[in-house]
């Protein structure tokens, strides 16, 4: 493509789009993808790029995969989307199946939804409603760590690091959660080693039983707080802290799932099942848009 065909396009696309996590106006143009195949970007300019982001840990399987595009096509060709209020087709309902083989113990249900957030969203609702059908209408609010990232809209905003988060700028308008410590850094951590952040977590479980409904954390790895690892026995801690008061478990494998952290989800290196689960990203290979919360 002609440079100033490249031009012409960056200057539409400032005119008319405004990128995530971007200053407006941009202070740099938007580099422009003419095509995509295997690992590797092609940009209209003629260089190429290895994506090492894979779109924001997205396209697991690379681009242009030909099983994938295959599965795409053949799927259009019979139907693109329905909707799923008092619908339902072959295609969602082994997906399910498949998700429920393969996830922790003890999760048997699957809601399908848009995005990360989303999932994120819904599993803050599934976690009131569950608190107050026992009649515990005061548990409203979620227990979590510093660190964490849980996407962009607001229940999961909300639970986003308030402090060092993307999102401090809405502080005062976000529900405010309870945030413990982030857990001690380190994979081999025992569990004598993280003894005291353990007894701090539960201190305050225990100082605010009466309005916690749930727990949600990032198992093992807390990605864009920086690739941050940490014990699985600090998911063994919570389990038993949730356990302990009622509280439900929600672990976001939104990032860690299917093989990130060499188990198949996070949960699985501390064998701890979460009472609710959320996915998403390499779900599709970044083929679409969709995340699912198990519960």
Same mark, same amino acid.
């Given at each position: 493509?002609? /440079?100033?065909?490249?031009?012409?396009?960056?200057?539409?696309?400032?005119?008319?789009?405004?990128?995530?996590?971007?200053?407006?106006?941009?202070?740099?143009?938007?580099?422009?993808?003419? &095509?995509?195949?295997?690992?590797?970007?092609?940009?209209?300019?003629?260089?190429?790029?290895?994506?090492?982001?894979?779109?924001?840990?997205?396209?697991?399987? $690379?681009?242009?995969?030909?099983?994938?595009?295959?599965?795409?096509?053949? /799927?259009?060709? /019979?139907?693109?989307?329905?909707?799923? !209020? *008092?619908?339902?087709?072959?295609?969602?309902?082994?997906?399910?199946?498949?998700?429920?083989?393969?996830?922790?113990?003890?999760?048997? @249900?699957?809601?399908?939804?848009?995005? !990360?957030?989303? &999932?994120?969203?819904?599993?803050?609702?599934?976690?009131?409603?569950?608190?107050?059908?026992?009649?515990?209408?005061?548990?409203?609010?979620?227990?979590?760590?510093?660190? $964490? =990232? @849980? !996407?962009?809209?607001?229940?999961?905003?909300?639970? %986003?690091?308030?402090?060092?988060?993307?999102?401090?700028?809405?502080? *005062?308008?976000?529900?405010?959660?309870?945030?413990?410590?982030?857990?001690?850094?380190?994979?081999?951590?025992?569990?004598?080693?993280?003894?005291?952040?353990?007894?701090?977590?539960?201190?305050?479980?225990?100082?605010?039983?009466?309005?916690?409904?749930?727990?949600?954390?990032?198992?093992?790895?807390?990605?864009?707080?920086?690739?941050?690892?940490?014990?699985?026995?600090?998911?063994?801690?919570?389990? #038993?802290?949730?356990?302990?008061?009622?509280?439900?478990?929600?672990?976001?494998?939104?990032?860690?799932?299917?093989?990130?952290? $060499?188990?198949?989800?996070?949960?699985?290196? #501390?064998?701890? #099942?979460?009472?609710?689960? %959320?996915?998403?990203?390499?779900?599709? $290979?970044? =083929?679409?848009?969709?995340?699912?919360?198990?519960?």
């Amino acid at each position: 493509m002609e /440079q100033s065909d490249i031009e012409r396009l960056q200057k539409r696309d400032a005119e008319v789009l405004w990128h995530p996590y971007a200053p407006m106006p941009a202070s740099v143009p938007a580099r422009l993808v003419e &095509s995509a195949e295997g690992v590797r970007l092609h940009f209209a300019d003629g260089t190429v790029a290895i994506d090492a982001m894979s779109s924001w840990w997205c396209a697991v399987h $690379g681009y242009r995969h030909p099983a994938l595009d295959r599965a795409m096509s053949d /799927q259009a060709a /019979q139907m693109s989307h329905v909707m799923f !209020g *008092g619908l339902t087709h072959r295609p969602a309902i082994e997906l399910a199946e498949a998700l429920l083989e393969m996830a922790p113990r003890g999760l048997d @249900h699957v809601f399908l939804a848009d995005s !990360g957030s989303v &999932s994120v969203e819904v599993a803050v609702k599934m976690a009131v409603q569950y608190q107050r059908a026992l009649g515990q209408r005061r548990r409203t609010r979620l227990l979590t760590v510093r660190g $964490g =990232y @849980h !996407g962009d809209t607001f229940a999961a905003m909300s639970v %986003c690091d308030p402090v060092r988060g993307m999102h401090s700028e809405f502080a *005062g308008v976000l529900p405010e959660q309870i945030f413990a410590p982030r857990p001690p850094a380190g994979f081999e951590r025992s569990q004598n080693e993280i003894a005291p952040w353990t007894n701090e977590v539960s201190d305050l479980a225990r100082l605010h039983r009466d309005e916690i409904a749930a727990i949600i954390i990032e198992p093992v790895l807390q990605g864009a707080g920086g690739m941050y690892v940490y014990s699985p026995e600090c998911l063994r801690a919570l389990r #038993a802290i949730a356990d302990e008061h009622g509280f439900l478990l929600i672990l976001d494998e939104i990032a860690t799932g299917f093989g990130r952290t $060499g188990a198949m989800f996070a949960a699985d290196h #501390a064998e701890v #099942a979460p009472d609710i689960m %959320c996915v998403g990203k390499a779900l599709t $290979g970044g =083929y679409l848009s969709m995340a699912a919360t198990l519960c």
